[in-house]
């Protein structure tokens, strides 16, 4: 299968910080790249998606930027709140192919 | 809410035994995928149903099938079944090309 890695784990931001979470992806043939939110309990959460002809996408709050030449992803996070606390997946779809989803990044905001 | 809906929300059964997972897409997408996930994994693709058709398979076991219906609804049957297929199973669906919306899961236990 394919690789979707992210750099850290787990991330502790303090209440009202930025949050940044990163992820590398493998395949240089992805076209389309997704962020996903996962609580506890819950299922996946579409947060903000990019196509590879873009390299910035804003959303409320949220920013993906995408970096093609490294192969790297990462979802800015404003003014981070208690409940953006959760799990962060990136996924990545080759053309025409399935999704590949990473392992997860726990995000932590601390009040 | 996603307006994927998937039932039921727990299951224990013993090893050895067979269930089935209901999904009922988001109204109007025709693509439904499964995924399972294990503590501490990541989303693995099971397999891609459109319009009642199997597009794709993923790391699915010959003991699990699935199969889409004319109404869009899709079941995953498990059986014989292991201890080690205790995880979390997640439907999702699609407008062609676009984001995957999840359900909020089965959470399958086997004893």
């Known amino acids: 299968g394919e690789s979707v890695g992210l750099h850290l784990p787990t991330l502790s931001v303090q209440e009202g910080d930025n949050s940044i979470i990163n992820c590398a992806y493998s395949?240089?043939?992805?076209?389309?790249f997704i962020w996903y939110k996962q609580e506890s309990g819950k299922g996946p959460q579409f947060i903000i998606d990019i196509r590879s002809n873009m390299d910035k996408r804003q959303g409320q709050r949220v920013t993906v930027l995408l970096n093609k030449t490294v192969k790297h992803l990462s979802l800015q996070i404003a003014a981070t709140q208690p409940g953006d606390s959760a799990v962060y997946f990136c996924a990545e779809r080759p053309r025409g192919n399935q999704f590949y989803f990473g392992t997860g990044t726990s995000l932590t905001v601390i009040p | 809410d996603s307006g994927v809906t998937q039932t039921p929300k727990h299951l224990i059964t013993a090893t050895g035994q067979r269930v089935t997972l209901r999904c009922s897409p988001r109204s109007g997408d025709l693509s439904v995928y499964w995924y399972q996930q294990s503590l501490d994994q990541g989303l693995q693709f099971l397999i891609h149903y459109y319009n009642g058709e199997e597009r794709a398979k993923g790391n699915i076991l010959e003991r699990f099938s699935a199969q889409q219906f004319p109404d869009l609804h899709s079941e995953l049957n498990l059986s014989s079944l292991e201890l080690g297929d205790s995880a979390l199973y997640f439907c999702?669906?699609?407008?062609?090309?676009?984001?995957?919306?999840f359900g909020n899961g089965t959470r399958l236990t086997v004893t």
């Open positions: 999702a669906s699609s407008v062609e090309n676009q984001a995957l919306h």
């Open positions: 395949n240089s043939a992805s076209d389309y």
